[in-house]
């Protein structure tokens, strides 16, 4: 009587249900990187090699924790539950989007980076009066892309686990995150601490080191932020 | 073999026991109503077992195992509320869903139902009417065919005309394709030609879980003469009572006999069934009075 392969058909089901819900958030960052750079072009002189994979980067970092502010509340949980699925698959799902989605906006700001080329090449031909700057080299763009991609990674999973916690435990977690924000401003040797500590993490010696320290961050947040979903009861 | 089987479960929300030591089986391939007054515990119990909820105490049996959280029960139980999809989707990206979710859900008949509802599928969630939003939910989850298939007040918003067509599709869906339906409605006289079992909770308790056939004969209206009546009331269980100046109305559990109703009878008592309705209305009366009660004065 059970069906076969139903956590296969379950899996496919919900990882459709988010392709169709990030259509409109992937429209909504090409929407945002075309404003920002239509507007650097029609505004500025000069244009930059690197102004759309900085504003990628940023848009990125501002639209990954909002996308996870959304999904990991009860109402959007709830939605998901329309259609069979266990609390493993949905914190499967939720790691992939956290994967998968800067890997999107990364390649479609590169994609942006090429037509900002292209356009900065054609001002150029057309007028003497414009100054473009190439700064990045192969090496430079490999980096920097492995570790914007880290970064956003790092950030997603971050706020995926903080308010996993905080929709499921609003009371405790606005103290335990009120109290940290309030020793941070008034706890002096607190901020010390905390600062050296952020410090610790971003000076690194190298690029691959910097990587793997937000991977292993990363994977904490994962790990903290399964608990309270694999508890939750669906209201 | 049982789809669903309760052992003293109790469901609680803060001190409150919104679903009280309910114990009860139902077996395979019926049509359950589950009947009770507005805050009863239906919906509650109904959510437990499409695995949202977990027990406070007790065991949930569904199809064999616990639903909590155990993809290969809840791939088998499809639960219809008035919630369930998001305002923002569009109807054909749920019938795809529902397609990759469901391995026997019956897409061609589906879209085939909608058409005919005139529920256009390139339409969002959100654009639909509240009848349309409940046809649709009621499409889906109904083609979906799953053994265990659990309807939360299906009929909300329909008019008169589509429930009957509702109830009609559910009859002729469940003849063909034969398994435990749970249906949870305030409709009980539209639902009493469909209902096979009739569960029957208030404030969380269990009241019953019977057929419906014992359910149809489960009490009697006795109209008469206070006099004649009234010495029925120390015998025999009341549910239900009126008076007016020197007649009396009584709703009686039908266990008086065939030598009782005929002395009743012949002292001019009038005797009828009462209706499925009735017995669970009267069995979940508040004993607080009427409503009119509240504003007379």
Same mark, same amino acid.
């Given at each position: 009587m059970l069906s076969q392969n139903s956590r296969l058909r379950a899996m496919k089901s919900l990882l459709y249900s988010y392709y169709v819900d990030f259509k409109s958030f992937y429209g909504i960052y090409i929407g945002i990187m075309t404003g920002l750079l239509l507007s650097k072009l029609a505004l500025s002189s000069s244009a930059s090699g690197s102004s759309s994979l900085s504003a990628g980067l940023v848009n990125g970092m501002f639209m990954l924790p909002i996308a996870m502010i959304i999904i990991t509340s009860n109402s959007e949980l709830l939605k998901k539950f329309s259609f069979h699925v266990d609390r493993n698959m949905l914190v499967f799902s939720h790691i992939i989007l956290i994967l998968v989605l800067p890997v999107i906006m990364l390649l479609t700001s590169c994609g942006f980076h090429l037509l900002e080329t292209l356009a900065a090449e054609i001002a150029l031909t057309a007028t003497g009066n414009f100054f473009y700057t190439w700064v990045i080299t192969k090496d430079s763009f490999l980096v920097g892309f492995a570790l914007s991609y880290i970064i956003m990674v790092c950030v997603g999973g971050i706020t995926w686990m903080v308010f996993a916690w905080f929709y499921r435990h609003k009371i405790a977690t606005s103290v335990v995150c009120g109290t940290f924000l309030l020793a941070l401003i008034y706890l002096r040797n607190f901020r010390d601490a905390f600062l050296n500590l952020i410090n610790l993490i971003v000076y690194s010696p190298s690029p691959g080191m910097l990587f793997l320290k937000f991977s292993a961050i990363t994977l904490i947040s994962f790990a903290v932020g399964y608990i309270p979903i694999k508890r939750m009861e669906v209201k | 073999m049982n789809a669903v089987i309760l052992q003293n479960l109790v469901k609680r929300f803060g001190k409150k026991n919104v679903l009280d030591n309910i114990s009860l089986e139902l077996p395979e391939n019926c049509i359950v109503g589950l009947i009770g007054r507005n805050g009863a515990g239906k919906t509650t119990l109904l959510k437990t077992l499409a695995g949202y909820l977990r027990p406070t105490e007790g065991r949930v049996t569904v199809l064999g195992q616990e639903p909590f959280d155990n993809i290969r029960v809840l791939s088998d139980i499809v639960f219809m509320d008035d919630e369930r999809y998001n305002d923002s989707a569009v109807l054909w990206d749920l019938v795809n869903q529902a397609a990759l979710s469901y391995s026997r859900f019956d897409k061609v008949t589906a879209l085939k139902l909608l058409d005919y509802f005139n529920i !256009?599928? =390139?339409? =969002?969630? =959100? =654009?639909?009417?509240k009848g349309m939003k409940t046809l649709f939910s009621l499409v889906i989850a109904l083609l979906s065919r799953s053994p265990l298939t659990m309807l939360d007040e !299906?009929?909300?918003?329909?008019d008169a005309a589509h429930r009957k067509e509702f109830f009609s599709l559910l009859l002729r869906d469940y003849t063909n394709h034969p398994r435990t339906i749970i249906v949870s409605s305030h409709l009980i006289s539209e639902l009493e030609g469909l209902m096979e079992q009739v569960v029957l909770i208030d404030q969380g308790k269990l009241i019953f879980n019977r057929a419906i056939e014992d359910v149809q004969s489960y009490a009697l209206y006795l109209s008469g003469h206070r006099r004649v009546l009234e010495e029925l009331e120390g015998r025999h269980s009341i549910i239900y009572k009126e008076s007016m100046g020197e007649m009396l109305v009584l709703g009686v559990v039908n266990n008086l006999s065939e030598e009782e109703l005929q002395g009743l009878e012949s002292s001019g008592v009038k005797i009828s069934a009462m209706s499925v309705q009735d017995v669970c209305v009267n069995l979940t009366a508040t004993n607080k009075g009427g409503v009119l009660d509240v504003i007379a004065k």
């Amino acid at each position: 009587m059970l069906s076969q392969n139903s956590r296969l058909r379950a899996m496919k089901s919900l990882l459709y249900s988010y392709y169709v819900d990030f259509k409109s958030f992937y429209g909504i960052y090409i929407g945002i990187m075309t404003g920002l750079l239509l507007s650097k072009l029609a505004l500025s002189s000069s244009a930059s090699g690197s102004s759309s994979l900085s504003a990628g980067l940023v848009n990125g970092m501002f639209m990954l924790p909002i996308a996870m502010i959304i999904i990991t509340s009860n109402s959007e949980l709830l939605k998901k539950f329309s259609f069979h699925v266990d609390r493993n698959m949905l914190v499967f799902s939720h790691i992939i989007l956290i994967l998968v989605l800067p890997v999107i906006m990364l390649l479609t700001s590169c994609g942006f980076h090429l037509l900002e080329t292209l356009a900065a090449e054609i001002a150029l031909t057309a007028t003497g009066n414009f100054f473009y700057t190439w700064v990045i080299t192969k090496d430079s763009f490999l980096v920097g892309f492995a570790l914007s991609y880290i970064i956003m990674v790092c950030v997603g999973g971050i706020t995926w686990m903080v308010f996993a916690w905080f929709y499921r435990h609003k009371i405790a977690t606005s103290v335990v995150c009120g109290t940290f924000l309030l020793a941070l401003i008034y706890l002096r040797n607190f901020r010390d601490a905390f600062l050296n500590l952020i410090n610790l993490i971003v000076y690194s010696p190298s690029p691959g080191m910097l990587f793997l320290k937000f991977s292993a961050i990363t994977l904490i947040s994962f790990a903290v932020g399964y608990i309270p979903i694999k508890r939750m009861e669906v209201k | 073999m049982n789809a669903v089987i309760l052992q003293n479960l109790v469901k609680r929300f803060g001190k409150k026991n919104v679903l009280d030591n309910i114990s009860l089986e139902l077996p395979e391939n019926c049509i359950v109503g589950l009947i009770g007054r507005n805050g009863a515990g239906k919906t509650t119990l109904l959510k437990t077992l499409a695995g949202y909820l977990r027990p406070t105490e007790g065991r949930v049996t569904v199809l064999g195992q616990e639903p909590f959280d155990n993809i290969r029960v809840l791939s088998d139980i499809v639960f219809m509320d008035d919630e369930r999809y998001n305002d923002s989707a569009v109807l054909w990206d749920l019938v795809n869903q529902a397609a990759l979710s469901y391995s026997r859900f019956d897409k061609v008949t589906a879209l085939k139902l909608l058409d005919y509802f005139n529920i !256009p599928v =390139k339409a =969002k969630i =959100k =654009k639909l009417s509240k009848g349309m939003k409940t046809l649709f939910s009621l499409v889906i989850a109904l083609l979906s065919r799953s053994p265990l298939t659990m309807l939360d007040e !299906p009929t909300i918003g329909l008019d008169a005309a589509h429930r009957k067509e509702f109830f009609s599709l559910l009859l002729r869906d469940y003849t063909n394709h034969p398994r435990t339906i749970i249906v949870s409605s305030h409709l009980i006289s539209e639902l009493e030609g469909l209902m096979e079992q009739v569960v029957l909770i208030d404030q969380g308790k269990l009241i019953f879980n019977r057929a419906i056939e014992d359910v149809q004969s489960y009490a009697l209206y006795l109209s008469g003469h206070r006099r004649v009546l009234e010495e029925l009331e120390g015998r025999h269980s009341i549910i239900y009572k009126e008076s007016m100046g020197e007649m009396l109305v009584l709703g009686v559990v039908n266990n008086l006999s065939e030598e009782e109703l005929q002395g009743l009878e012949s002292s001019g008592v009038k005797i009828s069934a009462m209706s499925v309705q009735d017995v669970c209305v009267n069995l979940t009366a508040t004993n607080k009075g009427g409503v009119l009660d509240v504003i007379a004065k």
